[in-house]
């Protein structure tokens, strides 16, 4: 069964950094682009980049590019979001999303986790 | 590319026929349109991709349909269960982009 298990909950400061993760498994973990999407609680949802896990390239949308980045860990098949310095407008759900077709850099995203809350407040 | 949905509401009772639009301001490439569905506290799941592909274990109902710039998702019979917000999405030109979604609600 194909699973991606995500962090807890974040509570954080404006200037902090963070890290979350994507813990994936049932599958075999470079053959599938990963995605991160953003979603600020009650609104819409917003593609922030992907990354191919087999060389760990990443693309990122250009509004995120620059604020957060995205990598990998073969040896723990996870996925990771970073940021270096924190915003209050950071403060939305996050969600790592698997591609449905193996290799493709294109591809809808079919197995997503459940989401991350991040709140970044003074 | 901007996605916008359109209704932006659509109030319907069980049995009824939905239909979402999906129009782009340029053209998708490859038709790489996909929709998904989300439900209040859940993650957002995946119907349809390359526009008119049901996603694994996808019930027959929800059928998409279109080309270019205008897409199309349709419920044929509302199910209790398929009342939350859709979405399109486009992949095919980066960066990747969501319609604002279309809440189907109960009428």
Redesign the interface.
């Known amino acids: 069964e194909v699973q991606l298990v995500q962090s807890g909950a974040e509570v954080k400061k404006p200037g902090e950094s963070l890290k979350i993760s994507c813990k994936t498994s049932g599958y075999d973990f470079t053959a599938y682009w990963i ?1 991160w ?1 953003r979603q600020v609680p009650g609104k ?4 922030m980049g992907k990354i191919d896990l087999t060389d760990s390239f990443t ?5 995120y590019e620059g604020h957060v980045s995205i990598s990998a860990d073969k040896s723990r098949t996870s996925a990771y979001l970073r940021w270096s310095s924190l915003k209050a407008s950071d403060s939305a759900i996050y ?1 790592c ?1 698997r591609h ?1 077709h193996r290799g493709s850099a ?5 197995f ?4 991350t809350l991040v709140t970044v407040s003074s | 590319i901007v996605l916008t949905q359109s209704p932006g509401t659509l109030s319907l009772s069980p049995g009824e026929r939905a239909t979402l639009s999906c129009r782009a301001s340029q053209r998708v490439s490859s038709n790489y349109l996909a929709w998904y569905q989300q439900k209040p506290g859940q993650a957002p799941r995946l119907l349809i991709y390359v526009a008119s592909s049901r996603a694994t274990d996808i019930p027959g109902r929800f059928s998409g349909s279109g080309s270019g710039t205008e897409f199309t998702l349709t419920i044929s019979r509302l199910e209790p269960e398929d009342f939350a917000v859709y979405y399109c999405q486009q992949y095919g030109t980066t960066p990747w982009t969501f319609g604002q979604g279309t809440k189907v609600e109960i009428k």
């Open positions: 995605s999407v819409g949802l917003e593609w693309m990122y949308n250009p509004s969600y999303a449905v294109s591809s809808a995203s079919g997503w986790g459940q989401g």
